[in-house]
C-alpha cells in the first residue's frame, strides 16, 4: 500500500471518528422515541378493539417485542459495513452521510420486502412450538433464540468480526428446536424441520461462493470491457473523491445494498414478530381481517374444490375434530404420510370453511377460538406442502392443482404483516445503521487485501451483492449480506492480484464456522433457562 494510499485510511479514521453533532442526534432519538409511541399506540387501539390481555401476558409482550426490535437494531449496526464500507473507503461518500443514506434505504427496503423470508424463518421451528407460541414454552423459545442470536452479534461485532445475522439466527431456532425435542423425550433430531434447515442452510453456504467468484469475474470483465476507463481501476489518491461517474456508480451501489439488505434481513425480525403478536392476541393478529373480498371469494372456490376432490378418494374419518388435527400435525412432525391423512383434511377443510364464515360475521370474538382457527389452517396448509412433495401425489394433477390453490388461499389468510409491525422493524434496523458502525467497517475496507480497495473492486463487490440478495428474496430464502460482500471483496482483490490478509480471513472462516455449533448451543441452553423461569 503507497503512502498516499494510507494517508488516505487515515484521513477515512478522522473522519470516522468525528462526533455527530447535536441536530442530528436530536433527529436520532426523536425518531426512536415516535418510533415506539407508535408501536404502543397501534398495539394499544389493536388491544382495545380486540379485547385485552392480561397484566403479566402484556409485560411479557412487551418485553419479547423489545427484544425483537433489539435485534434488529443490532442487525443494523452489525451489517451497516456491508453497505458503506466501499463508498467510505474510495472518498465516495463522508461517514456520517454514508451511514444515513445506508439507514434510510434500509428503512424503504424493509417496507416494500415481501414478507416471503419472514415466514420461511418460521417455518423452521418445529410444529407443537409455533402452534403454542402463546404458552409458556412458546415465550422461553421466543426469549432464548432472540436473546441467543442479539449475544452472538454483539460478541462478533465487538471483535470486528462480519458474521451473519441470518446464521446466527438459524442457530438459534436450530438450538431451540433440538431442546425442546429433547425436554419432551424425544430424539434430538425430530425437533427441526431438516428439508427447511438444509433448504436455508445451502443458501447461506452458497450465498458466499457466488459472491467471491462472480465479483472476481465481474471485475475481470469490467477490465475488459472498461479499457478505456482507466481510473476505474485505480485505488484513492489520498482522501480526494472519484471522478464524478465513479462516485455515481458507487454510489448507487451502496444504495441498492442498502436497500436489499433491508428488504432480506428485515423479514426476520418481522417474522419474530408476528409469531409473538399471533401467540398472544390471536383474535388481532391470527387471521388478516383486511383481506380481500376478491381472494375470499377466490378462496372459498378453492375450499370448496379440495373437499369435492378429497370426497372422491373414497375415504371417510369417523374420528373427532381434535383427533383430525393431531393426525395432520403428527404427519407435519414426522413426514410419515397414512390413509387417515387426506380424510383428516378434508374434515378440517370443512371445518375452517365454517368458521371463517363465523369470522366474517363477527362471531370468533375471542383469543382461544382465533387460536384454534389459526392453528388449523397453518396444520392444513403446512400438510398440503407436504403432499406436494408426495410421489403420491404427482400421479393425481387434479388434486395436486385444488390442493396448491387451497393453500395460496390459506397462506394470504395467516401469512400478512400490518403496516406497523414493518415501519417499526424498518426503524429499528434503520436507526442501527447508525450506531456502532466503525469496527466492521474497517475490517471489509482495510484488512481484507493487502492493498488498498480500487473503484471498480467496490462496485464489483457490491453490484453481486445486491443482485445474490434481490434473487434470494424471490426464493423466500434468507442469505447473509455479511458474507455475500465480504467474499465478493475478496474475490476482487484476488482477481486484482492484490494479496489477500490471512489473518483476517481466517477469523472470517473461524467466525463463519462457529456461528452456527455456538448459537445452537448457546439458544439451546437459554430455552432450558426460561423453560425454568417461565
Same mark, same amino acid.
Given at each position: 500500500?503507497?503512502?498516499?494510499?494510507?494517508?488516505?485510511?487515515?484521513?477515512?479514521?478522522?473522519?470516522?471518528?468525528?462526533?455527530?453533532?447535536?441536530?442530528?442526534?436530536?433527529?436520532?432519538?426523536? =425518531?426512536?422515541?415516535?418510533?415506539?409511541?407508535?408501536?404502543?399506540?397501534?398495539?394499544?387501539?389493536?388491544?382495545?378493539?380486540?379485547?385485552?390481555?392480561?397484566?403479566?401476558?402484556?409485560?411479557?409482550?412487551?418485553?419479547?417485542?423489545?427484544?425483537?426490535?433489539? %435485534?434488529? %437494531?443490532?442487525?443494523?449496526?452489525?451489517?451497516?459495513?456491508?453497505?458503506?464500507?466501499?463508498?467510505?473507503?474510495?472518498?465516495?461518500?463522508?461517514?456520517?452521510? =454514508?451511514?444515513?443514506?445506508?439507514?434510510? %434505504?434500509?428503512?424503504?427496503?424493509?417496507?416494500?420486502?415481501?414478507?416471503?423470508?419472514?415466514?420461511?424463518?418460521?417455518?423452521?421451528?418445529?410444529?407443537?412450538?409455533?402452534?403454542?407460541?402463546?404458552?409458556?414454552?412458546?415465550?422461553?423459545?421466543?426469549?432464548?433464540?432472540? !436473546?441467543?442470536?442479539?449475544?452472538?452479534?454483539?460478541? !462478533?461485532?465487538?471483535?470486528?468480526?462480519?458474521?451473519?445475522?441470518?446464521?446466527?439466527?438459524?442457530?438459534?431456532?436450530?438450538?431451540?428446536? /433440538?431442546?425442546?425435542?429433547?425436554?419432551?423425550?424425544? &430424539?434430538?433430531? @425430530?425437533?427441526?424441520?431438516?428439508?427447511?434447515?438444509?433448504?436455508?442452510?445451502?443458501? *447461506?453456504?452458497?450465498?458466499?461462493?457466488?459472491?467471491?467468484?462472480?465479483?472476481?469475474?465481474?471485475?475481470?470483465?469490467?477490465?475488459?470491457?472498461?479499457?478505456?476507463?482507466?481510473?476505474?481501476?485505480?485505488?484513492?489518491?489520498?482522501?480526494?473523491?472519484?471522478?464524478?461517474?465513479?462516485?455515481?456508480?458507487? $454510489?448507487?451501489?451502496?444504495?441498492?445494498?442498502? %436497500?436489499?439488505?433491508?428488504?432480506?434481513?428485515?423479514?426476520?425480525?418481522?417474522?419474530? /414478530?408476528?409469531?409473538?403478536?399471533?401467540?398472544?392476541? &390471536?383474535? =388481532?393478529?391470527?387471521?388478516?381481517?383486511? /383481506?380481500?373480498?376478491?381472494?375470499?371469494?377466490?378462496?372459498?372456490?378453492?375450499?370448496?374444490?379440495?373437499?369435492?376432490?378429497?370426497?372422491?378418494?373414497?375415504?371417510?374419518?369417523?374420528? !373427532?375434530?381434535?383427533?383430525?388435527?393431531? /393426525? *395432520?400435525?403428527?404427519?407435519?412432525? @414426522?413426514?410419515?404420510?397414512?390413509?387417515?391423512?387426506?380424510?383428516?383434511?378434508?374434515?378440517?377443510?370443512?371445518?375452517?370453511?365454517?368458521?371463517?364464515?363465523?369470522?366474517?360475521?363477527?362471531?370468533?370474538?375471542?383469543?382461544?377460538?382465533?387460536?384454534?382457527?389459526?392453528?388449523?389452517?397453518?396444520?392444513?396448509?403446512?400438510?398440503?406442502?407436504?403432499?406436494?412433495?408426495?410421489?403420491?401425489?404427482?400421479?393425481?394433477?387434479?388434486?395436486?392443482?385444488?390442493?396448491?390453490?387451497?393453500?395460496?388461499?390459506?397462506?394470504?389468510?395467516?401469512?400478512? $404483516?400490518?403496516?406497523?409491525?414493518?415501519?417499526?422493524?424498518?426503524?429499528?434496523?434503520?436507526?442501527?445503521?447508525?450506531?456502532?458502525?466503525?469496527?466492521?467497517?474497517?475490517?471489509?475496507?482495510?484488512?481484507?487485501?493487502?492493498?488498498?480497495?480500487?473503484?471498480?473492486?467496490?462496485?464489483?463487490?457490491?453490484?453481486?451483492?445486491?443482485? !445474490?440478495?434481490?434473487?434470494?428474496?424471490?426464493?423466500?430464502?434468507?442469505?447473509?449480506?455479511?458474507?455475500?460482500?465480504?467474499?465478493?471483496?475478496?474475490? @476482487?482483490?484476488?482477481?486484482?492480484?492484490?494479496?489477500?490478509?490471512?489473518?483476517?480471513?481466517?477469523?472470517?472462516?473461524?467466525?463463519?464456522?462457529?456461528?452456527? &455449533?455456538?448459537?445452537?448451543? *448457546?439458544?439451546?441452553?437459554?430455552?432450558?433457562?426460561?423453560?425454568?423461569?417461565?
Amino acid at each position: 500500500m503507497t503512502s498516499s494510499q494510507s494517508n488516505g485510511n487515515q484521513a477515512v479514521h478522522s473522519a470516522m471518528s468525528q462526533k455527530r453533532g447535536k441536530l442530528s442526534i436530536a433527529i436520532f432519538f426523536a =425518531a426512536l422515541i415516535g418510533g415506539l409511541v407508535y408501536m404502543f399506540a397501534q398495539l394499544g387501539s389493536d388491544i382495545n378493539q380486540f379485547g385485552g390481555v392480561g397484566t403479566a401476558t402484556l409485560a411479557l409482550l412487551v418485553l419479547a417485542l423489545m427484544v425483537a426490535l433489539c %435485534f434488529e %437494531f443490532v442487525n443494523g449496526f452489525h451489517d451497516t459495513a456491508n453497505a458503506v464500507a466501499t463508498v467510505i473507503y474510495t472518498h465516495s461518500m463522508p461517514p456520517s452521510v =454514508a451511514v444515513v443514506w445506508a439507514g434510510m %434505504f434500509n428503512f424503504f427496503g424493509v417496507l416494500f420486502s415481501s414478507g416471503m423470508v419472514a415466514f420461511g424463518i418460521i417455518a423452521l421451528l418445529p410444529v407443537e412450538l409455533i402452534l403454542n407460541v402463546g404458552s409458556d414454552t412458546g415465550f422461553a423459545m421466543v426469549f432464548a433464540m432472540l !436473546t441467543a442470536a442479539v449475544l452472538w452479534n454483539v460478541g !462478533t461485532w465487538y471483535f470486528g468480526l462480519p458474521a451473519s445475522s441470518s446464521h446466527t439466527l438459524v442457530g438459534s431456532i436450530i438450538g431451540v428446536g /433440538i431442546a425442546n425435542a429433547l425436554v419432551h423425550g424425544r &430424539p434430538a433430531i @425430530t425437533g427441526v424441520d431438516w428439508a427447511q434447515v438444509t433448504k436455508m442452510g445451502t443458501a *447461506l453456504l452458497v450465498s458466499p461462493l457466488v459472491g467471491f467468484g462472480f465479483a472476481a469475474l465481474l471485475l475481470l470483465l469490467m477490465r475488459r470491457v472498461l479499457r478505456h476507463r482507466p481510473e476505474l481501476f485505480q485505488a484513492p489518491e489520498g482522501n480526494r473523491p472519484p471522478p464524478k461517474w465513479i462516485r455515481g456508480l458507487l $454510489i448507487m451501489t451502496c444504495t441498492g445494498v442498502s %436497500f436489499a439488505h433491508g428488504s432480506n434481513d428485515g423479514q426476520k425480525g418481522m417474522g419474530l /414478530i408476528m409469531l409473538i403478536l399471533v401467540g398472544v392476541l &390471536p383474535v =388481532a393478529y391470527g387471521i388478516n381481517h383486511s /383481506i380481500s373480498e376478491k381472494d375470499v371469494a377466490r378462496f372459498a372456490t378453492a375450499s370448496q374444490a379440495t373437499i369435492q376432490v378429497l370426497a372422491q378418494q373414497n375415504q371417510s374419518f369417523n374420528g !373427532t375434530l381434535p383427533e383430525a388435527e393431531k /393426525i *395432520l400435525t403428527e404427519y407435519v412432525r @414426522t413426514k410419515e404420510l397414512n390413509a387417515q391423512v387426506l380424510p383428516a383434511l378434508a374434515m378440517q377443510a370443512k371445518d375452517i370453511e365454517s368458521k371463517l364464515l363465523q369470522e366474517k360475521q363477527n362471531k370468533i370474538v375471542d383469543n382461544q377460538q382465533a387460536s384454534a382457527l389459526r392453528n388449523q389452517m397453518y396444520v392444513a396448509s403446512e400438510s398440503i406442502k407436504r403432499l406436494e412433495k408426495s410421489a403420491d401425489m404427482a400421479k393425481q394433477p387434479q388434486m395436486l392443482g385444488a390442493l396448491k390453490d387451497y393453500r395460496k388461499g390459506l397462506e394470504r389468510y395467516t401469512q400478512f $404483516i400490518p403496516v406497523w409491525v414493518k415501519v417499526v422493524v424498518a426503524l429499528a434496523l434503520g436507526l442501527g445503521t447508525m450506531v456502532g458502525w466503525k469496527r466492521i467497517v474497517i475490517t471489509v475496507g482495510e484488512k481484507i487485501g493487502k492493498n488498498h480497495l480500487t473503484y471498480a473492486q467496490g462496485a464489483s463487490a457490491e453490484l453481486v451483492t445486491m443482485t !445474490t440478495i434481490g434473487a434470494a428474496d424471490l426464493f423466500g430464502l434468507p442469505v447473509s449480506t455479511t458474507h455475500v460482500l465480504s467474499s465478493g471483496v475478496a474475490g @476482487t482483490m484476488l482477481a486484482n492480484k492484490s494479496g489477500l490478509q490471512k489473518k483476517t480471513l481466517l477469523s472470517v472462516l473461524l467466525a463463519w464456522v462457529t456461528t452456527l &455449533p455456538a448459537t445452537i448451543c *448457546l439458544s439451546a441452553g437459554l430455552y432450558w433457562v426460561f423453560s425454568l423461569v417461565f
